[in-house]
C-alpha cells in the first residue's frame, strides 16, 4: 500500500539529512448516505473508478437500480471525500 520516499531535509542551501518516510497513497470514501439513500453501505477504495463500479453493482442489488443516473454519479463524485485509508 504504502510506499518509501526520499526526503531531503534542507537548512539553507545546504543539505544536512535524508531520511525515509512512508507515503501513502489516499482512498476515497463514499456512502450511499452521501448520494441519499437511507442506507449504511458505505465503499472505499483508491480509484473513483473502483468506487462507481462497487456502488453500481451494490445500487442494483440492493436498490433494485439497473442503471444510475448521471446525477446521482455527479452527486457521489462531489459528495466522495479522501481518507487516509480503507
Ligand atoms: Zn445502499
Redesign the pocket.
Known sequence: MGYLETVCVRVGSKRIESIREEVFDMAKRLS?RDVG?D?D?TVCAETEQEIFGKMAE?ART??GMSEIPKETYDKARSAMHEVERC
Open positions: 450511499c439513500a442506507c453501505f451494490h440492493n436498490h
